[in-house]
C-alpha cells in the first residue's frame, strides 16, 4: 500500500512539475519593444534598431508576439497607450558603447496595468571594474553582434520565467 502512494505521488509532482513548465514556457502576453537611448555614450541610432530587431526577431522565434512601439516621448505616456492590454510587458533600455569597449545593454521590463518596473537585466562587460589590469582583447573582446544576441537571448528567458509579470526586486535593485 505504501509503494502505490509513494508511486501516486511521484506521478502527481511530475505532472506538477511538467505543469508550471508548460505554463511559464508560453506567457500569453504580447511584449512591447521600446525605445534604446544611449547611456554616457553618443548617440547611434543604427545600434539602437538592430538591438530592438534582435530583440523582436528572438521573442517571434520562441512563439512570443512582440513588436517595436511607436512614436513616444514618455514611458508614462507609452503605458498608458497600453494599459487596458491585458498581459501587455513593455520593454525599454539603454545602450553604452565608448571606444575600445564591449557594448553594454541594460532593459526595464514594465508592466502598463501598474506603470511600475517589475524586472530588468543588463548585459555587461564583467572586467569593466579591473582597474589598472590589462588583460589581452582577445580574452575580453565581443563584437556588438554578440553581445546583443546575448542580451535578446536572455531577455527572452527572463520574460518566461516571469510571464507572471510579478515585480522581481532582486533584478531592479
Known amino acids: 500500500m505504501r509503494e502505490i502512494i509513494k508511486k501516486c505521488l511521484y506521478v502527481a ?10 505554463s511559464q514556457s508560453s506567457p500569453k502576453s504580447r511584449v512591447y519593444i521600446g525605445n534604446f537611448q544611449p547611456y554616457k555614450s553618443s548617440a547611434d ?11 523582436i526577431k528572438n521573442f517571434k522565434s ?5 513588436k517595436k512601439f511607436g512614436q513616444y516621448s514618455s514611458v508614462p505616456e507609452a ?19 565608448n571606444k575600445d569597449e564591449n557594448l553594454e545593454i541594460f532593459a526595464q521590463v ?4 501598474s506603470g511600475f518596473v517589475i524586472d530588468a537585466l543588463n548585459v555587461t562587460e ?12 582577445e580574452e575580453t573582446k565581443e563584437t556588438d553582434n554578440l ?14 520565467i516571469n510571464s507572471a509579470r ?8
Do not use: C, Q
Open 13 to 22: 509532482i511530475y505532472i506538477f512539475i511538467l505543469n508550471s513548465l508548460y
Open 45 to 55: 541610432n543604427a545600434l539602437a534598431e538592430k538591438i530592438s530587431d534582435e530583440v
Open 62 to 66: 520562441k512563439g512570443i508576439e512582440a
Open 79 to 97: 503605458l498608458a497607450k497600453i494599459k487596458t492590454e491585458e498581459g501587455a510587458i513593455f520593454l525599454s533600455g539603454y545602450y553604452k558603447k
Open 110 to 113: 514594465y508592466n502598463p496595468e
Open 126 to 137: 564583467e572586467v569593466s571594474g579591473l582597474t589598472g589590469i590589462k588583460l589581452p582583447d
Open 147 to 160: 553581445v546583443i544576441s546575448k542580451f535578446a537571448t536572455k531577455i527572452v528567458i527572463l520574460m518566461k
Open 166 to 173: 510579478k515585480e522581481r526586486s532582486e533584478n531592479i535593485n
